[in-house]
Every structure is written in structure tokens, then in C-alpha cells.
């Protein structure tokens, strides 16, 4: 999962978007085809905030970096389907014991070899407990992993300099397609003589690298220039990157439109409503990995066994989605129709049960009603949020929507900063329903619903525990067909669509937009740009 | 004058420790805890939390964290921030761009200010005079985020004159609107602040004494009216810098600067208690230097406040 | 010693060149035409779209090496008018009429031309050489400025000169003054200065606007001494504009006499003091008070043994010191006494402490040391209630009457206001007290109604008067009540204050640095010299038979209204002190 920065809140101002409006000319579509070779594509990032090693970068703007400079045993290519990329295969049997054979002959730009030996020294550094890498729970499925003491990651063998076994302590069909996550990326033997200093100055194998020493402005930018050693599906169709470093979205919007940069990932919320129109079919909105919805712990009152699972229901039928998305978000949100996202495959909005998501005011209070015969409802209903995140124009509607189709007293609970609000949520100390969201690390419907929902997953906030549901997340882990997979997950997804753990909100789009110098724009199933994609005029 | 700058130096030594403890305090006592959020909406194990809490000192009581940070400082140490880079470094590429914006401003300020304040008192109630004010009025009533944003696409997007947002390096020609639009915010003080002094000043008895002498309003004016009227202003400009710093901030989201604004607001909101307090002693050290100064300044404009030897 | 132009201008070619222009037109002195020629001029500001007449078809001629004085009350057109004849005067005025120096026409002349006129051929001394000097400039700049601007020349010939002036001007230590600012220098210091800077182009008409006024009188006396003694060497001539008839006595050929813009009399010195035709010129003689022309004042009832209501004993006050200013020792040792219905007279020039003294009878400093009493009760050791009630047996009259009113407040309301806090009286009664108040002061009963700023500077003096009086204090301090207002405006205010504490019997402290008018006033006197008491009686053992050779100094510093009299003791005064 990467971590999108929280944004500087500069309010929305109409009349800056009204002027925007004007201020662009239409775009003309007689781009495509016949791109400069050594063009430089600059795009949007922010700072990283730690130093790019793979294992300890756990948000978007050091994520994107890593993605361009490193390769993985796979990639995903725009549709979140995964191809061999250092990996030549990756073989297994029983979905515990995974062989990985790797490409003949790559090498990182410093000269030393991709090999068995560089992917397996630098997944046992991450998992190895004293590092406190922020990317270690991806190996916490591999044989030897803990998290409380230093112990030797036993599951991981080299077999020989181009050959490595993988085992992991229980069946995971999708693990394979988890590989292509940036913490499972190889280092090469030199970085571990000063660490620190390769994290300044990274050498990778991917299809850029950096361009010189110094390449890696802090808090400016990042230049990147092609690898002209990498043999690999993403050969870059352009000259570079150079990754400017923006401190609010809206810098960077403003630099689209005043020419100065190519691609962008984010439209900041101020140029919701105008950006379509701004940038005319270099707009980009669509569907993204990212799920979001409210969480309602089963500890807190009235929200437990009958009367709790009526109110969820209730709750979740009371809320006007489409509306919201539309007026609040402009349409760059989707209401959501399951707990997962359209990106990915094997998603479906025709799971049994997923009317329980349509705005149904009628069925809410009556299901209300009947929870108020089982315990009369007292007190007022919130929904805790982090105030410097941008969540309070549609907390609000969503509170109105509960409002005033069940005639009870709610309101919005504004936590100042993400860190505070985020900490509540972690020490299990807040006592109302709280915002949640999630966007996934791998293009798998396993990763919207085992860390989140499964008994006592790292990410299940709201302690959601339902053994029926377990079941069904192991034997969907086991299928070694996708298809059969999906199945037993979407199975387990009706469960939830019935206990509503959390209720459903929406997936966020992807927004962004390009100049009319590029194109061959595309956005990935993890909303970034597939930069080696792009051509410039 | 030796012996009054080294007092006022040492002045800054309880200030010093005053600020650095109640901020280090402040960060402490900010609910939430830093480490948690370096997740995300991901709940780590606790184990990690543990791990990282240890490395950055937060599992210690608060004074042992304080002591550490003040005994690292004595080692030139301010420490390192959760990104791994060291804050000193971090301290030596933010604020000479920040520097560089706020004395821009600075210097705008001071130069339009004065002398658009100058002539308006000259010429009370002429055209120039009404619609300067006019014009003060507006800019002391919008915001600086609004006056950032027009600015931006108006000279940015729209008339393509300036860069919408400050290239690499900070080369300062791309400075010049930020620059601007920050001393927009205290324009119309400086500039009232001038024209009432100069109103005041020009029906001095010294003024009637000057043109007595024989002398043209081309020596009058600067010689005997400005520098008289400069001296309320100087002193609003030293509180002003503050001011400056403050509205940098803003002006540096909006202009994508990478000076000291935006990576103190997300140290905040991280709470990373060391980087906070590197940046806001710097910053409070500053300002006392500023205001020493300005303080210089002001005995050289005003023999009468002049420090006696 | 007369700077010989001429040959000054052929050491600067520059300047020269720069000026060859300029003096066809510049006019130059010549024999039998008057430096000045004033005709019909006339003066008007323009307040609220009309215009105010301010001097009304003036006339009158200055000619070489004569003493014009202009005199006249506040208001009377006497400055006005002189500046419209450098046309130095704000926008919204209007000049009409002739102004001709040396025969040459200043009225619509170039700017530029003006210029030179300015500073080199009429010179302006004004009355607060404080303000009158920048502040943030030494003194020598400002005189070296004058000098380059009107000779060019370099600022190593013009500092020579600047110094030679400040010789001339009798400026002790005239280095160190060249680069003193004025804040340096005292009040004296910085009118030579001032001086020296107007005669530094050694010009032909030297306008002094109430050179003096703003002096101590010994330091007035040296300063007109000054005058007097330029005055002979330049051989310029010389408009004194001022309201002190002792001033016009001491130094003027020539009086002119104004009032409300128009010039009522003119004459000789001699004719005007002697045989004034003219009423108001006649009234304007009277109203001035004359030391020792009054009789002396007796106690209503001298009763001895009626205890005093204020006394000092060995009082000491110190100013602690703050921050960078050191403490400094106001008052030093002083010990007096007054009994009900007696007037003190406490004298002194600045700086002497009076003012002090004042404040500390009110309870709003504290003392140092010694003992000091009020209606029998020591106020060191009051606990501050008690001071708050015995406060309301004291009244204060300040110097300046318009700043010591609330400017937002009605006058009745500022009268009322000590009742009403004090809870004496509200509602109808206050309305009643504040009425019998504005009677005893003889004003009108409206006046209740009226703002400080509708009101003359005798009235708004009166109304503090009244405001002093509200809570019948046994004690009344009155601070150089007086020194703000008109010679005839104060003479009817003392006559006032005279009747009032016969009336109500009062015992008064009034600090002044006026001998003629606490001549007029005081049963005793008290003079002060840097807070030590030099010596005290009655007026007469004071000021007809002074011991001290300080009070001795003062009483003859005091410029007297009679040109032959003022010589005789001028002379007198120079004497003794050679």
C-alpha cells in the first residue's frame, strides 16, 4: 500500500478554477505516434520521504521512483495483470514452495550481476526485524519471519546464481502476483557496504537510472535518464524522467496548465469541477485501486449481533453515494458496489447482497426501526475523520444523508491530523466509526480483503472476525486458478456484503491530466502513469 | 556599541533554550503518535512500532528526548528526520531558498511600500493618493493564498510572463512573483505606515525650515521629509519579517518553493519533534538577528534613539 | 565680520556659472530703497471652500539695519504674514498684494529664483529651535547644506565657515556642537545654532519669528543679547515677530501692532510705549505684567497658627534609574510650607524640579526622602485608599488646557466627572454644581454643552480651572497655568484666579517661570535651581531685595515693556557680569 501525501490545505477557490477555465486553450488531438527518442517527460512526484530502498519506501512519491529505476521478478502492465519482467518463471506445485528462475546475464548499472543472491539478501534484510523496515510485513508470509525478534527468513534458498525457492508458511495461490511490489526488489551486492549512501544515489536494473550523481534534487526534483542496459517489456519510449516535486497539488495543476509540466497524477480538489473542461480529452478520470468506506468497530455500542448488523444495513442503505460522487466529487469517485475496486480482475457489482449498498431510504428506516425494538438507539452518530486530508466536505454529506433519512443526531468527529486520528484508530481508543481507506499493493482482490477483514489482520481496524469468512479467504489462497480464486473471494465478499465490517463508500478515480506535448498517457492499475509509455513531441 | 551587540547576542542564549523546550514540549504533548502514522491507513505490528519508536528516542520520557536533541545540538548535531536525512542538511538547503524569498519580499516591500507611501503622502488627496489607497485596501483585505493564486495564473498560465511554479534551484528571476505576492500581504501597512509619517513629517517645523534655506523639494524631500518618515516603518518591517516567514509558507505551497514553509508543515503534521524544533530555532534566531538589525538601523536613521557607547 | 560674496563665488567657477544666471534678478542692496517693501498684501486660507482672511492689506518697509517688531496675540496675522513674504506659507493659502526686497519684486517670481532668495537673501529664525532643526541631522550639516546650497562649495570650505558661524554665534565648543544633533544641545545651544545657520549666508533681511518664546528668561536675555550684538556686526535688517512687549522693548527700532489681520498702530518704539494712540495698543501695554508694579498681596487672614495645608520637609525626590538612563535627582533637600488662602509662588527654570515638586504634592510621585505633608497627613506612608480620598482635597490646573481634556467629552461632563467619581453629587445636582462652577469662572452656563475644541485657550484654561475646583480642595496646583495663552487673555485669567481663592480660600502652589506674573500673584516665593531651593520669602524680600545672586540674575534677565528702562537695565546686566 502507498501512501498518498497529505496535501497542503489550500482552500478550493472558485474563482481561480473559473479563470483556469478560460485560460486553456482546447486541446488538439493530433498527438500520437512519432515521439522524440531523447525527449525528457516531466511529471508530478512528491519528496520521498525515506531513502529509495525498496523495503522502506512505502509511499507514492519514493514508490514511483523505484518502480522506474528497479525491476522486479514481474510487472503489471496497465490492466494490473502481471508479466515476467527479471523473472524468466516462476514455478510452483502446492503454492507453498514457489522456484523462481531469473533471467541469464542482467546487471544493475553499477556492473554488479541481477541474481538469485541480490533478490534474497535484500528481502531477508527487509524482513529482518531490528532494520524496522516499513515495507516487512510483505515477507510475512515466507518461512522464518517474525516480528519480534531477529530470525533468519529459513524460506528463502538459493539454488543456484540464476535459480531461488521461495516457501511460505501456509498455501497463497496470489503470491507470485504480489512480486511485483517494489519491497520485493533486488539490490545489488554493493549497496550493502554503506547503505544509506546507495539510498541517496540508488543503482538499479530498471528501465531508467539516475542521471549522475546529484540527480536526486531533495525537495526539487529527480532526474532520470534510460538504462540503456535494461533488456526487459518496459523499454522506455523517451529520453527521461525528470520527477518534480510538488508540495500541494495545486502547484502542480497550475504548472500543467502553465506549461511547465507533462504528466500529472493528481487534480488537487479545488479544480475538480473544471479540469474535464481545462484539459478536454487530456483529462484523465477513471476507476482506481483504491477503496474507501467507514468503519464501525463492533465493540461500540448498539452496533453489535442484531441490532448492530440492522443499523449497519440501515447505515449503509441511508447513504445517497451517487449523489455524493457527483455533487462533492465531481465524478471523480465511483459508488462503490464491493469491498474491492473495478481495476482489478475478477471484480463484479453483481454480488448477492450488494443492494444492501443502494440508497434505499424506505428499507433504512424500517431496518432502524427494527433495531430500535431490539435496543432503543441514544446519542448521536459520528464518524471520526482526520481534518487535514480533505474528508470533511464529504463526512459532511454523508452525515447529512444519515441525517435526514433517519432522523437522528450526527455529525462529523474532526481529528486535526491524520497522525492523531490515525493513532485513536491504531490503540483501538476511539469510540465512534471512523473514515477508512485502502489502496492495494498488488492487483489482487486477496489484498482488499485478508489484511483488512481476515481474524486479527494487521489492518482490521474495526477487530471484524467471522470464521466462515476466513475459510473462504484459505481456500481461495490455495486455488491455484485465478478464476477459482475469485470465485471463493467473491464468495467471502457476500459474507461481508451481509455483516457490513465496514460500510462501502465508493473507489477513488484516478485524476490527472497531460500536456499537449505527450501522449501514449496511461494510467496503471495503481494510478500511476506508465512513464515508459509516454512520447514527446 | 560592541558591548550592547554582544548583550543582545547573549539575550538570545535563555531564548534559545526557552524556545527550544516549549517547542520540543509542544510537539511532545501533540496527540498521535508519529511512528503509527508513518503507516498510513495501514496498522503496522506492533513489534516495528516498537522498533522505530527506539530508534528515534520517542519510547524515552520527554526530558531524556529533549536532553539528547539539546546535547546533540551542542555537537552541531540537530539530528535526523524520519526520512533519514540529517536535519542539518536539511536546514542548509531549505533556508537559504526561504532567505533568499523573504529578503526578495523583503525588498519589494520595502522599496514599493516606502515609496509608494512616500508619494502619496506627497500628494494627499490627489489621484495617485486615493487610488494607492484604494488599491492597499484590496491587497490588505485578500488573503495571500488568493492573491497567490491569481497571481499564478494570471502571470503564470495566462500571460506566461513568470514560471507558474519556482523552477530547480530557486534561481531567484523565478523568485520574483513569489517574492511579490508575499509582500502583498503587508504592502498597505508599510505604505499607510509611510504616507501618515510623511504627512506627519511634511508639516514638521523642520520641513518649513528647510525650504526657509533655500533648498528645492528634490533635497527636501528625501533628505529632510523620507528619512524622518522611515522610521516607523523600519520597525514595522522588523516585526513584519516574522510576518514574512509566516506567509512563506503559504506562498511556498502555492508556488512550489522547497524552502522551509512546506517542510516544517509536514514535520508538524508528522510530528517529528526534532526537525520542528531545528527549523523554528533557526527561525526564532533569525528574527532576533533581524530585529538587532533593525535595531542598528534605527539608531542610524534616529541619533536621538541612538546606543550610547 | 561680513563674508565678502563676491570674491567667495570666484573661488567655486561651478557655482559660479551655475549662478550667473540668477543675478541680473537676485536683488542686491542698494542705498535709499528699503530692504523690505510690504504693500497691500494681504493673506487668506482657505477653510472649507472660503476663504479666512488671515493679514489684511498690510503695509510697511524694514530698511537696512533696522528692528521691525511685528506684535500682535495669537491669531492676530503677525507670522502669517511674514512668511508670505519668503512665500513659505501651506497650499490652501492665498497671497495678494507687493513684497519687494531691495526694490526687486518677490511676489510671482520663479521657484528657482525664490530659492536663492531663501536662506541667502531672507533668513528665518524660528520660535522652537527643537523643532525648528532636524532631529536626525547634526548641526553642521544643517548649516553645511545651506552653505553648498546656495555657494556650492566643498563640504571641507563650508564645514570652515559652518564653524566660524557657530563662533560667531557664541556657541561654546563649536566643533563639538558641528557635529552634535540637536537633541545634544540645549535649548539655548540650539537656537544659536539656529542663528547661526540663518545668518550663514549673511542675508540682507533676517525674519525672526519669536526667536525667544520658547526660552527660560536668562537664557531669552543672552539670546537677545546675541541679536543685538549680530544685529550691529551684519548691519542686516531685522523682522521680530513676536507677543512679548519686553522682547519688542529690548531689541526693536519699529513696532507695528496687529490684530485679527490688520495693523492697528505703528510707530517708533518710543512712540508706541510712551504714547500709545491706538485702545488695544494701549490695552495690549496694560495687560502685560510689569514687575514690580503690583502691590504686595496680604493674607486675608493671617492667622499663623492655622496649620499649613502643604509641607515639604527636606524633600527629596530621585527619578530611579531605567534601563540605560541613569537615576537622577529632581528634587534635592527642599523644605517649604503653605497655609490656607496663601499663594506660593514656586519659580524656576526648566528643568529645575518644579514641576516635580508639583506632582509630588498630588501624590502622583513618590519622595526619595524628608516628609511631605498634605492637609496634615503624610503621604509616604498612606496606604493608596486613603491617598484616593485626599487626592479629592487637591486639584491640579495643567499647562497645556487643550490636551488635558478629554477632546470626545463635553466640557461639563469633564467638569462633573471628579464629583461623580467621587460620589459627591449626580443627576440634577451634578447639572446644578457644574453650572455654579462655569459661573465661578465666569462662563456661560451652555458652555456645559460645548467641546474643548469650540472653546478659546483662555476658555478650555478656565474650564480646568473649574474642573480643579469641582471638589473644593484645600489645596489647588496650578503648572505654568498660564504660559500657553495670550497676554491679555492671561492678565483677565490670573484676575480670575486672584478672586476665586479669595473667595474659597484655598491655599495654591503656582509653578511658574514667569517673574512678572507670580509678581503679580504670590504672597510668597520660592525659587528652585536644579532642585535645590536657592531661597524663599516674601515676594518683596524676593523680588525687590533678593540675596541670592541666582534670583538676582533672574529678576534681571526679565526683558521689561519700556524701551529705556529695558536699556538702562540691560546695560546694568552687562556690566555686572564683565
Not at chain 1, 59 to 69: A, P, Q, R, Y
Not at chain 1, 461 to 488: I, Q, R, V
Request: glycine share 8%; with cysteine.
Amino acid at each position: 500500500m502507498k501512501l498518498r501525501r497529505v496535501g497542503m490545505a489550500a482552500g478550493a477557490i472558485a474563482i481561480v478554477s473559473a479563470m483556469a477555465l478560460t485560460g486553456c486553450a482546447p486541446a488538439n488531438d493530433s498527438a500520437g505516434g512519432g515521439g522524440n527518442a531523447t525527449a525528457i517527460i516531466t511529471a508530478n512526484s512528491s519528496e520521498p520521504q525515506n531513502p529509495l530502498i525498496p523495503t522502506n519506501t512505502n509511499e507514492v512519491g519514493g514508490g514511483k521512483i523505484l518502480d522506474s529505476i528497479f525491476a522486479g521478478l514481474v510487472y503489471y502492465d496497465g490492466k494490473g495483470a502481471p508479466h515476467n519482467d527479471v523473472a524468466e518463471s516462476i514455478t510452483t506445485k502446492d503454492n507453498i514452495t514457489f522456484t523462481v528462475k531469473i533471467k541469464p546475464g542482467l546487471k544493475f548499472t553499477n556492473g554488479d550481476p541481477v541474481d538469485a543472491d541480490s533478490f534474497v539478501t535484500a528481502w531477508k534484510y527487509g524482513a529482518l526485524a531490528s532494520n524496522a523496515q516499513l515495507s516487512s510485513y510483505f515477507f510475512e508470509d515466507i518461512e522464518g519471519f517474525s516480528y519480534d525478534a531477529d530470525t533468519e527468513l529459513t524460506g528463502l534458498n538459493v539454488v543456484d546464481p540464476t535459480t531461488f525457492t521461495i516457501k511460505l508458511t501456509s498455501a497463497l495461490a496470489d503470491f507470485p502476483l504480489r512480486l511485483g511490489y517494489s519491497a520485493f526488489f533486488p539490490l545489488p551486492k554493493s549497496a550493502w557496504t554503506d547503505l544509506a549512501a546507495f539510498g541517496e544515489n540508488p543503482s538499479g536494473n530498471g528501465p531508467y537510472m539516475l542521471a549522475g550523481k546529484g540527480a536526486w534534487k531533495h525537495n526539487e526534483k529527480i532526474d532520470l535518464v534510460v538504462n540503456p542496459e535494461y533488456t526487459g517489456d518496459r523499454k522506455a519510449k523517451n529520453g527521461g524522467l525528470s520527477f518534480v516535486f510538488y508540495q500541494s497539488q495545486d502547484a502542480a495543476y497550475a504548472d500543467l496548465l502553465g506549461g511547465n509540466l507533462d504528466v500529472l497524477d493528481a487534480i488537487p480538489n479545488s479544480a475538480f469541477a473544471t479540469f474535464q473542461s481545462d484539459l478536454g480529452n487530456r483529462a484523465v478520470n477513471q476507476p482506481a485501486a483504491i477503496f474507501q468506506s467507514f468503519t464501525i468497530p463492533e465493540r461500540l455500542a448498539h452496533f453489535s449481533g442484531e441490532e448492530g448488523n440492522l443499523r449497519r444495513k440501515a447505515l449503509s442503505m441511508s447513504i445517497n453515494r451517487k449523489e455524493i460522487t457527483s455533487v462533492i466529487f465531481e465524478g471523480t469517485r465511483t459508488p462503490a458496489s464491493d469491498f474491492t475496486s473495478p481495476v482489478i480482475a475478477g471484480w463484479t457489482d453483481k454480488l448477492k447482497g450488494a443492494e444492501v449498498l443502494a440508497y434505499n431510504p424506505d428499507e433504512a428506516k424500517k431496518l432502524w426501526a427494527q433495531a430500535d425494538a431490539i435496543a432503543p438507539w441514544t446519542g448521536q452518530f459520528q464518524i471520526a475523520y482526520n481534518a487535514d486530508g480533505g474528508h470533511q466536505g464529504w463526512v459532511d454529506a454523508v452525515i447529512n444523508s444519515i441525517k435526514n433519512t433517519l432522523g437522528i443526531d450526527a455529525a462529523g468527529a474532526p481529528y486535526p491530523t491524520f497522525k492523531e486520528a490515525r493513532t485513536l484508530i491504531t490503540k483501538r481508543e476511539i469510540q465512534t466509526p471512523f473514515r477508512t481507506g485502502w489502496q492495494a499493493d498488488y492487483p489482487g482482490l486477496f489484498n482488499f480483503l485478508g489484511p483488512l477483514y481476515a481474524t486479527n489482520a494487521g489492518s482490521n481496524d474495526g477487530d471484524y472476525s467471522n470464521p466462515a469468512f476466513d475459510a473462504l479467504l484459505k481456500k481461495g489462497s490455495t486455488e491455484s486458478d485465478l478464476a477459482k480464486a475469485n470465485a471463493e473471494f467473491q464468495k467471502a465478499q457476500e459474507i461481508l456484503l451481509q455483516d457490513l465490517p465496514v460500510i462501502p463508500l465508493w473507489y477513488s478515480n484516478v485524476t490527472g491530466g497531460y500536456g499537449t506535448a505527450v501522449s501514449n498517457v496511461q494510467f496503471g492499475w495503481n494510478s500511476v502513469p506508465l512513464y515508459y509509455e509516454i512520447t514527446k513531441k | 556599541m560592541t558591548l550592547y551587540i554582544l548583550r543582545r547576542v547573549l539575550q538570545a542564549v535563555p531564548v534559545f533554550f526557552g524556545t527550544t523546550l516549549l517547542i520540543y514540549f509542544m510537539v511532545f504533548v501533540m496527540p498521535g503518535d508519529p511512528i503509527i502514522a508513518l503507516f498510513g491507513d495501514k496498522s503496522p505490528n506492533p513489534a516495528v512500532i516498537e522498533q522505530l519508536r527506539a530508534q528515534y528516542h520517542l519510547d524515552q520520557p520527554f526530558f531524556v528526548q529533549y536532553f539528547l536533541y539539546i546535547g546533540g545540538l551542542f555537537r552541531g548535531d540537530f539530528g535526523v528526520s524520519f526520512s533519514g536525512e540529517a536535519i542539518n542538511s536539511i536546514l542548509q538547503r531549505t533556508f537559504p531558498v526561504t532567505a533568499r524569498l523573504a529578503v526578495l519580499a523583503l525588498g519589494f516591500l520595502t522599496v514599493a511600500g516606502i515609496l509608494v507611501g512616500l508619494v502619496s503622502g506627497l500628494r494627499k488627496g490627489k489621484f495617485f493618493d486615493n487610488s494607492s489607497l484604494g488599491v492597499s485596501l484590496v491587497l490588505i483585505s485578500l488573503p495571500i493564498f488568493v492573491t497567490a493564486f491569481v497571481a499564478q495564473y494570471v502571470f503564470g498560465v495566462w500571460l506566461g510572463w513568470s514560471r507558474t511554479t519556482v523552477g530547480s534551484g530557486a534561481p531567484v528571476q523565478d523568485l520574483i512573483l513569489p517574492a511579490i505576492v508575499l509582500a502583498t500581504a503587508s504592502f498597505a501597512q508599510v505604505m499607510r505606515l509611510t504616507r501618515s509619517s510623511t504627512l506627519e513629517t511634511m508639516n514638521q517645523d523642520f520641513v518649513r525650515t528647510a525650504y526657509s534655506k533655500g533648498l528645492s523639494r528634490r533635497r527636501v524631500i528625501p533628505v529632510h521629509i523620507l528619512r524622518n518618515s522611515l522610521i516607523p516603518s523600519v520597525t514595522y518591517l522588523a516585526t513584519d519579517f516574522g510576518v514574512l516567514l509566516v506567509g512563506a509558507t503559504i506562498t511556498e505551497g502555492i508556488f512550489n518553493v522547497p524552502g522551509v514553509g512546506n517542510t516544517l508543515y509536514q514535520a508538524i503534521i508528522r510530528g517529528e519533534g526534532p526537525t520542528v524544533v531545528s527549523f523554528v530555532t533557526v527561525m526564532v534566531l533569525l528574527y532576533l538577528g533581524v530585529n538587532l538589525l533593525i535595531d542598528l538601523l534605527y539608531g542610524l536613521l534616529d541619533p536621538r534613539i541612538r546606543y550610547v557607547k | 565680520m561680513v563674508v565678502d560674496r563676491e570674491t567667495e563665488l570666484m573661488t567655486d567657477t561651478q557655482a559660479a556659472s551655475a549662478s550667473d544666471a540668477a543675478v541680473d534678478i537676485t536683488p542686491v542692496a542698494r542705498e535709499g530703497v528699503p530692504v523690505l517693501e510690504v504693500k497691500d498684501l494681504s493673506v487668506d486660507f482657505g477653510v472649507d471652500n472660503e476663504w479666512v482672511p488671515a493679514a489684511i492689506n498690510l503695509n510697511y518697509t524694514v530698511n537696512k539695519g533696522e528692528v521691525l517688531a511685528i506684535v500682535g496675540e495669537s491669531g492676530s496675522g503677525k507670522s502669517a504674514s511674514s512668511m508670505a513674504v519668503l512665500n513659505l506659507l501651506p497650499v490652501n493659502s492665498r497671497i495678494r498684494g507687493s513684497v519687494k526686497l531691495n526694490g526687486v519684486e518677490l511676489r510671482g517670481m520663479r521657484s528657482s529664483e525664490m530659492r536663492r532668495v531663501r536662506g541667502e537673501k531672507i533668513a528665518v529664525i524660528f520660535q522652537e529651535p527643537m523643532t525648528a532643526l532636524n532631529p536626525v541631522y547634526t548641526v553642521g550639516f544643517q548649516i553645511v547644506e545651506t552653505l553648498r546650497q546656495h555657494y556650492g562649495w566643498s563640504p571641507a570650505t563650508a564645514k570652515t565657515r559652518a564653524i566660524e558661524l557657530l563662533t560667531m554665534v557664541e556657541m561654546p565648543d563649536p566643533p563639538k556642537a558641528f557635529n552634535s544633533y540637536p537633541h545634544q544641545l540645549s535649548g539655548g545651544q540650539r537656537q544659536r545654532a539656529m542663528i547661526a545657520q540663518s545668518i550663514s549666508c549673511d542675508p540682507d533681511l533676517l525674519i525672526a519669528d519669536e526667536p525667544t518664546t520658547a526660552l527660560d528668561v536668562t537664557v531669552q536675555a543672552e539670546i537677545l543679547d546675541l541679536l543685538r550684538n549680530l544685529h550691529k556686526r551684519l548691519d542686516s535688517a531685522i523682522v521680530l515677530i513676536t507677543h512679548d512687549m519686553g522682547v519688542v522693548a529690548d531689541l526693536a527700532d519699529r513696532v507695528v501692532v496687529m490684530r485679527q489681520g490688520l495693523i492697528v498702530e505703528s510707530g517708533t518704539v518710543h512712540q508706541i510705549f510712551a504714547k500709545p494712540v491706538e485702545p488695544y495698543t494701549i490695552e495690549l501695554l496694560s495687560a502685560v505684567p510689569h514687575l514690580g508694579s503690583n502691590k504686595e498681596r496680604l493674607l486675608p487672614r493671617s492667622e499663623a497658627v492655622r496649620e499649613p495645608v502643604l509641607s515639604l520637609k527636606n524633600v527629596t525626590i530621585d527619578y530611579p534609574k531605567r534601563g540605560r538612563v541613569p537615576a537622577f535627582r529632581a528634587v534635592d533637600d527642599v523644605s517649604l510650607e503653605i497655609h490656607p488662602g496663601e499663594l506660593l509662588g514656586l519659580v524656576g527654570e526648566s528643568g529645575s524640579g518644579k514641576t516635580t515638586i508639583g506632582r509630588a504634592a498630588m501624590g502622583l510621585i513618590p519622595i526619595t526622602e524628608g516628609e511631605l505633608r498634605v492637609v496634615g497627613k503624610d503621604m509616604a506612608s498612606m496606604p493608596t485608599k486613603e491617598l484616593r480620598l485626599l487626592r479629592r482635597k487637591t486639584g491640579i490646573v495643567f499647562q497645556d488646557p487643550a490636551s488635558s481634556l478629554n477632546p470626545r467629552m463635553p466640557v461639563g461632563q469633564s467638569i462633573g466627572e471628579p464629583m461623580l467619581l467621587a460620589g459627591v453629587a449626580k443627576g440634577k445636582e451634578l447639572d446644578k454644581k457644574v453650572e455654579d462652577l462655569l459661573e465661578q469662572v465666569e462662563l456661560p452656563t451652555f458652555f456645559r454643552n460645548r467641546y474643548p475644541h469650540e472653546l478659546s485657550g483662555g476658555q478650555k484654561q478656565r474650564i480646568g480651572i473649574a474642573r480643579a475646583l469641582s471638589l473644593s480642595p484645600q489645596l489647588l496646583v496650578a503648572d505654568e497655568p498660564t504660559s500657553a495663552l495670550d497676554v491679555s487673555v492671561q492678565s483677565r485669567f490670573l484676575e480670575l484666579l486672584l478672586e476665586l481663592q479669595e473667595q474659597l480660600d484655598f491655599a495654591c502652589l503656582f509653578i511658574s517661570h514667569d517673574l512678572a506674573v507670580v509678581d503679580q500673584l504670590a504672597h510668597r516665593i520660592a525659587v528652585l535651581r536644579n532642585g535645590k531651593l536657592v531661597e524663599q520669602g516674601t515676594r518683596d524680600q524676593i523680588l525687590r531685595s533678593a540675596k541670592d545672586p541666582y534670583t538676582q540674575r533672574l529678576i534681571a534677565a526679565v526683558p521689561l515693556p519700556d524701551p529705556d528702562k529695558q536699556r538702562e537695565n540691560r546695560e546694568h546686566r552687562l556690566s555686572a557680569s564683565r
